[in-house]
């Protein structure tokens, strides 16, 4: 048997940085820790379309940047909003 060919016919890895070093990613803040806001509002549904996707799915937590807490208020005000059709459910087309 071939137990030496472990990379399976892949070359080595070109991206890779020395060992033991983080690449340069920053982490994203979260919007509303910035500007102390202590309620989201449902009733702005131009602050929550940026938390929308195109689709209509609500953004998760590592692409909008929320902290947690800030996430599930933005979630709960987002289904709160389309509820009352000031966001729509899905997209048309």
Known sequence: MMDDDKDFG???DLNADAPGRRRGVRRRVCKYCN?????????????LKYFVSERGKVVPRRMSGNCSRHQRQVTLAIKRARN???LPFTTSG
């Open 84 to 86: 009352i059709a000031l």
């Open 35 to 47: 500007d102390k806001v202590q309620t989201i509002d449902y009733k702005d549904p131009q602050s």
């Open 10 to 12: 892949r070359g080595p």
